[in-house]
């Protein structure tokens, strides 16, 4: 089993910064990839972004340029450094980890962008 614990969400102002972390704890598989996903009420979970245990990075388009996925292998954590945040991207964010094709959730955490 794996636990994630989200948290750096809030409310902030449009053009500002958030960092949300996330810390893995459980049966965290040396190579896995671990991510970041949004989800507003009603609407299906999009990705946001992605890495893998090598580093390796994957965006979506709508958040390419302003947003930096990073983790930290040893501590077994991933981190969204969102910039240049905007009213839309407001939504529950929640972190996951993908290991043996299984994925593992968080309890996520809300990111409120006020214009």
């Known amino acids: 089993q794996v636990q994630l614990v989200e948290s750096g969400g809030g409310l902030v102002q449009a053009g500002g910064s958030l960092r949300l972390s996330c810390a893995a704890s459980?049966?965290?598989?040396?190579?896995?990839?671990m991510g970041w996903y949004r989800q507003a009420p009603g609407n299906q979970r999009e990705l946001v972004a992605t890495i893998s245990t090598g580093g390796s990075t994957n965006y979506a388009n709508a958040v390419s340029g302003r947003f930096t996925i990073s983790r930290d292998n040893a501590k077994n954590m991933v981190y969204l450094q969102m910039n240049s945040l905007k009213p839309e991207n407001t939504d529950v964010y929640y972190c996951?980890?993908?290991?043996?094709?299984?994925?593992?959730w968080g309890q996520g955490t809300q990111v409120t962008v006020s214009s």
């Open positions: 996951s980890v993908v290991q043996s094709l299984y994925a593992y």
């Open positions: 459980g049966s965290i598989f040396s190579a896995n990839v």
